[in-house]
């Protein structure tokens, strides 16, 4: 049966945080013992397979399905998978009540975009789901909006769903007008803050996001406090910064519990959205020590060298984003330069520092990946960081650039090639050419290799 997916597709893409080896990562600094490299994954609310394909085409030895109720985006997936030829990936148009069981179990599932969407008994649904199928020390990926900012969203939402307005287009007129007509110096800056978040988006998110029929925010505590009625609890926020760099700490909080700190980190810092991390309630969780785990982890670096100081600091620069850093430490500069020429590959953390690793250089390593300029991995991926003799690009990233600019990368992240030429070259590259034989200069394959759109 049709529904409001089918009739307006909803705009799909891959995220980052919901890769396997993210969650691994952050599964490990904690203290479990994840499943890596070859595992199980479970995308409930898929769409198109937009975040799902591209693991299957990275993660050859793993599996993956995807679940939606909507069955015209399935049908779109089908036939990217069809067209790539992919085995390890299997999308259905089902509803999360007949589940079959023969499907599972998984050791990672994921639910991006879904949680504040369903009305609370399918959020149920999906919470028992989990409780069968979710392996031993498996993880659970859930996003979705959060109080206090949450009461915002939903005021904007009650006004755009004003009757009278029977399109995006109308509802946002009619936001613009509230705006107009508003006197409160507080509610006028609310208004244009809305405004400018909803100018900016794709009016298909707006019709589902705030247009749809279900729509609920939660108090994060609320919500872990459902999720522990199925056996599972808190893990993480899936955004390393979150994990290793919090804006206030637990004693500056003064909270008896978990759950309590975490609605409390809401409170203060105005929370509207949350990317939660779950795991079976029987799993110890230790949210120390996360330097002394380091080593059992791999690192990789996109940090470039700029200068060196006169005292002996260096200044590196995020090659594949904002941010630069400025270090002194000699095991922390020798393992940046070395990694530096390996991107996008990794290397693991043991084999990069001495057997007995000075403590700050571990902790500088966690600071670096909290602000997003190193990235922790649990295992390696499959992007190649050096041209090979006969060089092969990502089937996904060939077959998208044949219809546009936006590639998805190996490292399941997004890159834009907006020249023609530039996506035909990358269409050449399909292992039957040698590099020597590419009318195109060693920089520009290079280029693509640092992209990670090239396989190992």
Not at 142 to 162: F, K
Not at 166 to 178: E, I, P, Q, R
Not at 339 to 354: G, K
Not at 441 to 455: C, F, N, V
Request: overall charge negative; glycine content about 8%; proline content about 7%.
């Amino acid at each position: 049966m049709s529904n409001t997916y089918d009739q307006v597709l909803y705009p799909s893409k891959a995220f980052q945080d919901t890769h396997p080896d993210r969650l691994a990562t952050v599964a490990a600094l904690h203290g479990l013992q994840p499943p890596t490299r070859a595992c199980r994954v479970l995308d409930v609310g898929c769409g198109d397979g937009s975040n799902l394909i591209p693991l299957a085409v990275a993660l050859p030895g793993s599996h993956f399905v995807g679940i939606d109720l909507a069955a015209r985006p399935i049908a779109i997936g089908q036939g990217t998978i069809a067209r790539l030829g992919l085995s390890n990936v299997e999308l259905h148009a089902l509803d999360i009540l007949d589940f079959p069981a023969h499907l599972g179990p998984f050791d990672y599932i994921i639910a991006h975009g879904f949680c504040s969407w369903v009305p609370p008994f399918v959020l149920d649904a999906f919470f028992a789901l989990c409780q069968r199928h979710l392996s031993p020390h498996g993880v659970v990926f859930a996003s979705y909006n959060t109080y206090p900012e949450g009461h915002l969203r939903e005021a904007t939402r009650r006004i755009l769903r004003h009757p009278g307005a029977d399109s995006v287009a109308g509802a946002k007129a009619y936001l613009a007008t509230v705006r107009q007509q508003a006197t409160n110096p507080v509610w006028t800056t609310i208004l244009d803050s809305e405004i400018e978040r909803l100018n900016a988006r794709d009016e298909n998110v707006t019709y589902h996001d705030e247009l749809g029929g279900a729509y609920h925010c939660f108090y994060v505590a609320h919500f872990l406090e459902r999720a522990a009625a199925f056996g599972l609890q808190f893990l993480s926020e899936a955004k390393l910064r979150a994990v290793l760099s919090p804006p206030f700490s637990r004693e500056a909080l003064a909270q008896p519990n978990e759950a309590a700190y975490q609605q409390a980190l809401d409170f203060a810092t105005f929370q509207g959205f949350r990317r939660t991390l779950l795991c079976r309630a029987e799993n110890p969780v230790d949210r120390d020590g996360f330097a002394g785990r380091l080593p059992e982890l791999l690192l990789a670096s996109p940090l470039r060298f700029v200068s060196r100081s006169a005292n002996g600091g260096e200044t590196f620069r995020n090659e594949r984003g904002p941010g630069q850093a400025e270090l002194n430490h000699p095991q922390l500069l020798a393992l940046l330069h070395q990694l530096e020429s390996l991107w996008p590959q990794a290397r693991p953390i043991a084999s990069l520092l001495p057997p007995d690793p000075d403590p700050a250089v571990l902790n500088q390593i966690l600071a670096l990946a909290a602000a997003g300029l190193v990235a922790l991995r649990s295992f390696e991926l499959p992007a190649a960081s050096a041209p090979a003799r006969y060089p092969v690009a990502s089937p996904l990233a060939r077959l998208q650039a044949s219809s546009g600019p936006l590639l998805t990368t190996l490292l399941h992240t997004h890159v834009q090639i907006e020249e023609a030429a530039g996506r035909q070259f990358l269409q050449l590259l399909d292992g039957t050419r040698a590099a020597s034989s590419l009318a195109v200069g060693g920089e520009t394959l290079k280029a693509l290799y640092r992209m990670g759109l090239m396989i190992a």
